[in-house]
């Protein structure tokens, strides 16, 4: 038996595969270039990419059980449902999905629209899944710790709903306990999701806070300019993601991404540990400032 991952060499698919070989899981690797991969040795490696219809036949080979991860992209949602349906034809029965939170109430927001579509089709074509959807990556922050250090600002317009963020390193931990769950399950489970947040909701304010704590100097959350925040990622993303980030930023503004009740001990049960907070992963990104 073995499971499938894609997105294996990202930000969240990394972690993914460092937990899945922890727990001894059969693993196979879908990535674009084996030879800067680098991934574990555990790990069978196959060429290929989600549009390259044969190179997933080959991969789907002997698979029960898919991490579909796919990212940001213009074709994010032809992407996973040219996956979705060969793996369906290669037998496969058990996927675990990375959507996003709210994906059904961001309707307005390119790629959350997406996400939700591939739910919907998740469910429709009687996959034995778990729908995971997380909140806002905290190591998001990474791309802005230059700009919060060389002019004193936390510049994500967050806003003062309150957005949980979760650590990508949880993320991953806990797509293996589900991957793994399904996988060795000895009957068919239930369609699952699970909102992937933080045990902390965080404003603008208090993010700036949080790093002038760390830093021992004043940061300052300058305020809500999505269409300067729109500006600025035009420099170094094409026009429409940039677009498309700016309308998730302009919901963050009007209702945030806040977890139901019970999300976080749910998830601290399944994890056995407390969540990661923004704290320490703001002092872990500091250290060497």
Known sequence: MTILVTGATGTVGRHVVEQLVKRGADLRALVRDPAKANLPAE?????????DVDALRGAFTGVSTLFLLNGVVAD?????????????EAGVERVVYLSVIHSDRYVNVPH?????????????????????????????DLTIKDVVLGYGIYPMPI????????????????AAIELIRRERAATPLPLARFNLVGRDQLTGAKAAAIWSEALGRTIVYPGD?????EKNLRQFMPSWMAFDMRLMSERFLTEGMIPDAGDVERLTEMLGR???????????ITASA
Request: glycine share 10%; aromatic share 10%.
């Open 225 to 229: 300019d999505t269409a300067g925040f």
């Open 43 to 51: 790990v069978t490696l196959v060429q290929g990419d989600l549009l």
């Open 112 to 140: 959350f629209a997406g996400k939700f579509g591939v739910e919907r089709m998740i469910e429709q074509m009687g996959f034995n899944a778990t729908i995971l959807r997380p909140a806002y990556f905290m190591n998001n």
């Open 159 to 174: 806003g003062n709903k309150g957005l949980a963020m979760i650590d990508a390193r949880d993320i991953g931990e806990i």
């Open 76 to 88: 994010e949602f032809t992407q996973a449902l040219v996956a979705l349906n060969v793996a369906r």
């Open 274 to 284: 407390p969540l990661r907070s923004y704290q320490d992963f703001v002092s872990e």
